[in-house]
Every structure is written in structure tokens, then in C-alpha cells.
């Protein structure tokens, strides 16, 4: 795609912001209950369980991120967005203060040694790589520190429990594949998130253009009506100053006040036209003359464009369908792209039966790529890899997949056999495209039982 509002859309959602994606309150509020759950834990263990505990240090490092928030909530405003530095700086110290009481109690040995996740889980799916990586490094360095340096187990009894050491190897290996594994599960679904959202906004961005469209045609034809009543005076009198001027000045000035009102006239006309843009007749128009008006625009820019009509049943008149931005801009991006990639030719062929409409689109280039084959639909994923001066973002087929869905069909990518060219057919319920009612024709019906009764 190489609208630039899209290109807009996209870059503003995509490149990193200057501030992070995550609130510096959630920040505060998360360590408040890692502190709660802290202290919760540490004095059941000590008091309820009668475990002996370093209580002490272990309160001292519980109220170091106590005082970190309390610092935090009186000298910055927490409803703003905390920077990308300061999220990972104030993630890294939740790591080592885990870390630090994880020590002072028997380290990976800990059953809650698997917290250590927490951290790294809120920096991957809120900071961007630079930042996480890092933290996860800093996680299996420290599970590494704290398998060798740490206090004993917290146990009953005179002997504390001592685990093999390659019981405490293997603990340490499943916590690294964890970090791993979830740092990387976690990056991809957030991707995957992101770049849907960037674009949908797209999609949204291309919907809302349509709609200021069908406003503007909408104002156009109000404003002409309002203004044809004080034109047709300014006409009228323009003509009685021509018809009773006597110096050749006036004589030519009212001369012009009467071309320039024909024109505004014209003008007027042509606008009070565009009236039928909106209006229900405007609205109806055959399969083919749809087809027409997507390919339109590309004619001439390459490819012979060929548009064919085939009833899949006999008898079965080419439906009529109603006026759908989503159908026409689906339909046209994907007539795009096949110029741009046919040699000389391609067929947009429209099918239907009682219940299906279908539009299929055919070239005659090298067809998909099989690695791209499979993935086509997918937000950023394009085949003008590579072309000169392409610029594709890979939204465009996502955004006319997403349209095509929102009236409810589908569509299917594949090469065809035939030609060897890359074939997209779109297939939408009957339905969904019927055109709207003909008011003569309801004004008919609506006759015919007056008549009768």
C-alpha cells in the first residue's frame, strides 16, 4: 500500500514511542502486591509454619521496594506513561530484590524461586527488545548466583535439607528453558498484537475516509440546494441591469454577473447530482458495472484488465448488488496488485448462484511465492519483496481480507493451474451485497392493496 495516510498510521503504531507502553501506577500498584504477598508469606513461613528465617534481612529487603514506591508515589505523577529506561530500571530492581530474598532463602532450592518470571514477563510484553534482553540475561545470570551462593533451605529440625546437586543443576536448567521459552512466547504474541492493532487502525483509517466522503457528497448537495434560490435572484437581476443598462461599462459588467451566475449554476447542478451518491437508486448497480468501477481506475496502467460474467446455474439473471465501499476497495486492491505483477493480462471473473456471489481474479505473472502462499492475510506480510520502488507495507491485502469478512465472506489465495498467475477469489453470501429495495417498485406494492381494498 502506498497511501501515506496508511504509511502514517502504521509508522506512528510501530516505531517505538518515547514513552513505554505501560503506566508508571501499574508499576507501583504490581510492586504493592508483590510486597504484600512478600511479607505475607514470609511471616507465615516464620510465625504459622515455625520455620526459622533470617527475618530479619528478609523484612529489610521486603521494605526496600516499600520505600521505592512510597519515594515513587510523592515525587512523580503516576498516571503518566514511565519512560522505556525507567520501566526496565524499576523491573530490573524487582528482579534483584527477588533474587537478593531468594538467597537469604535457600535460593532456586525455594519453592518460590519460579517468581522470578513475573518480572521478566511484565518487560517483555511492555518494553521493546533492547531493554528485555537484558533483563532475561540479568535473570539467568542471577538463577545462576543464587544456585551457588544462598542460605540454606528454611527446615525443621536440627539437619537442613540439602538437595543433590544435580537435582539443584536440573532446577536451575528448567528455570533457564522457562525464562527462555516464556520471554519468547511472550515477545511473539505481543508482536503479533501490536502489529494486528497497527493494522486494524489502518483498516479503520481507510473506513473513516469513506465515511468523510459520503459526508462531504452529502454537504455538497445540501449546500447547492440552499444556494440555488438566492443564486436565481442574483441571475434575475443581473439580466434586468443587462436588459436596461445604457453605458457600455455596466452594460459589460452585468454581462459578467450573468456568465458567472450560468456557471455558478452549472457548478450548482453538478453538485445537487451528486445527491444521488446516497440516495437508494445511486445505490443499486448490476454485478458487472461494479466489477467496472473497481478496475476502472487501473486501466491503462499496464495489463489488459478483462471482466466476465458466469451465471453458475441456468436462467439465473446477474444480481443486482448495493454500492459497498468494503466490496469495491477489496475488489480494487486486489486488481492492483495483479497489474503490478502480470505480464499482459488480467480476468476478473464475477460468479453467482441463489446464495453466493463470487469474484474471481486472475493474472497471468509468476504467481504467489509458496513461502508467501501460505501466510497471505497476515498484517506486514507482502510479495514485492524486492521490487523497485514498490514501498509495500503488506497492509493492503490484510485490510481487504478485513473488509471482505466484515460482510460476512472469505477469501482464497492460490496459483492457478492453468495460466500460472496467482488467482484471489472472494466469495460473499447473497445477502450480504443485496441491493436495496427499488422505490418505485415499493411504491407499487404499497399501491396494489389500496387498490384492492
Known amino acids: 500500500m502506498n497511501d501515506p495516510e496508511w504509511h502514517a498510521v502504521a509508522s506512528e503504531m510501530s516505531l517505538s514511542p518515547m514513552f513505554g507502553r505501560v503506566r508508571l501506577r501499574t508499576l507501583i500498584m504490581l510492586r504493592w502486591l508483590a510486597v504484600a504477598g512478600q511479607t505475607a508469606t514470609v511471616l507465615g513461613v516464620n510465625l504459622v509454619m515455625g520455620f526459622d528465617l533470617p527475618i530479619a534481612a528478609c523484612l529489610g529487603v521486603i521494605a526496600a521496594s516499600a520505600v521505592l514506591n512510597v519515594s515513587l508515589a510523592v515525587t512523580q505523577p503516576t498516571q503518566r506513561f514511565a519512560k522505556d529506561w525507567e520501566a526496565?530500571?524499576?523491573?530490573?530492581?524487582?528482579?534483584?530484590?527477588?533474587?537478593?530474598?531468594?538467597?537469604?532463602?535457600?535460593?532456586?532450592?525455594?519453592?518460590?524461586?519460579?517468581?522470578?518470571?513475573?518480572?521478566?514477563?511484565?518487560?517483555?510484553?511492555?518494553?521493546?527488545p533492547r531493554l528485555w534482553i537484558p533483563l532475561a540475561g540479568m535473570a539467568v545470570a542471577g538463577s545462576i548466583a543464587i544456585s551457588l551462593w544462598h542460605l540454606p533451605l528454611p527446615w525443621q529440625g536440627a539437619f537442613p535439607v540439602?538437595?543433590?546437586?544435580?537435582?539443584?543443576?536440573?532446577?536451575?536448567?528448567?528455570?533457564?528453558?522457562?525464562?527462555?521459552?516464556?520471554?519468547?512466547?511472550?515477545?511473539?504474541?505481543?508482536?503479533?498484537?501490536?502489529r494486528m492493532g497497527t493494522a486494524l487502525a489502518a483498516t479503520q483509517t481507510v473506513l473513516a475516509r469513506e465515511q468523510r466522503l459520503s459526508a462531504l457528497g452529502?454537504?455538497?448537495?445540501?449546500?447547492?440546494?440552499?444556494?440555488?434560490?438566492?443564486?436565481g435572484t442574483i441571475q434575475v437581476t443581473a439580466k434586468e441591469m443587462l436588459r436596461f443598462a445604457e453605458s457600455d461599462s455596466v452594460r459589460e459588467d452585468a454581462a459578467l454577473l450573468v456568465s458567472q451566475a450560468e456557471r455558478c449554476r452549472d457548478i450548482l447542478k453538478r453538485l445537487s447530482q451528486t445527491q444521488e451518491a446516497s440516495d437508494r437508486m445511486h445505490d443499486r448497480l448490476a454485478l458487472g458495472d461494479a466489477l467496472e468501477e473497481a478496475a476502472a481506475p487501473l486501466r491503462g496502467l499496464g495489463a489488459q484488465i478483462g471482466i466476465h460474467l458466469n451465471a453458475l446455474e441456468d436462467r439465473l439473471d446477474p444480481p443486482l448488488i448495493r454500492r459497498s465501499a468494503e466490496m469495491l476497495y477489496a475488489v480494487g486492491n486486489f486488481v492492483e496488485n495483479a497489474v503490478d505483477y502480470a505480464h499482459t493480462r488480467v480476468d476478473i471473473t464475477g460468479r453467482w448462484d441463489p446464495e453466493?456471489?463470487?469474484?474471481?481474479?486472475?493474472?497471468?505473472?509468476?504467481?504467489?511465492?509458496?513461502?508467501?502462499?501460505?501466510k497471505l492475510g497476515e498484517p506486514y506480510v507482502t510479495t514485492r519483496r524486492g521490487r523497485e520502488g514498490s514501498g509495500g507495507m503488506g497492509l493492503g491485502v490484510f485490510i481487504a481480507i478485513t473488509l471482505t469478512e466484515r460482510l460476512g465472506g472469505h477469501v482464497d489465495f492460490s496459483n492457478s493451474t492453468a495460466r500460472g498467475g496467482a488467482r484471489v477469489l472472494l466469495t460473499w453470501p447473497r445477502e450480504a451485497l443485496a441491493a436495496p429495495a427499488d422505490p418505485e417498485e415499493e411504491a407499487e406494492e404499497e399501491e396494489i392493496p389500496g387498490t384492492l381494498s
Do not use: C
Not at 452529502?218 to 443564486?231: C, D, K, Q, R, V
Not at 453466493?356 to 502462499?373: A, K, S, T, W
Open 88 to 128: 526496565a530500571a524499576q523491573l530490573g530492581y524487582d528482579l534483584i530484590q527477588l533474587m537478593v530474598l531468594l538467597a537469604l532463602t535457600g535460593g532456586l532450592t525455594n519453592p518460590f524461586a519460579i517468581i522470578m518470571i513475573a518480572p521478566l514477563v511484565i518487560s517483555v510484553a511492555s518494553l521493546p
Open 162 to 194: 540439602t538437595l543433590p546437586s544435580i537435582y539443584q543443576a536440573a532446577i536451575w536448567f528448567a528455570m533457564a528453558i522457562t525464562i527462555a521459552f516464556t520471554a519468547v512466547y511472550a515477545w511473539r504474541v505481543g508482536r503479533e498484537a501490536k
Open 356 to 374: 453466493r456471489i463470487m469474484v474471481e481474479i486472475e493474472d497471468d505473472g509468476p504467481g504467489f511465492p509458496p513461502d508467501i502462499l501460505a
Open 218 to 231: 452529502a454537504l455538497s448537495a445540501a449546500a447547492a440546494h440552499e444556494l440555488g434560490t438566492p443564486l
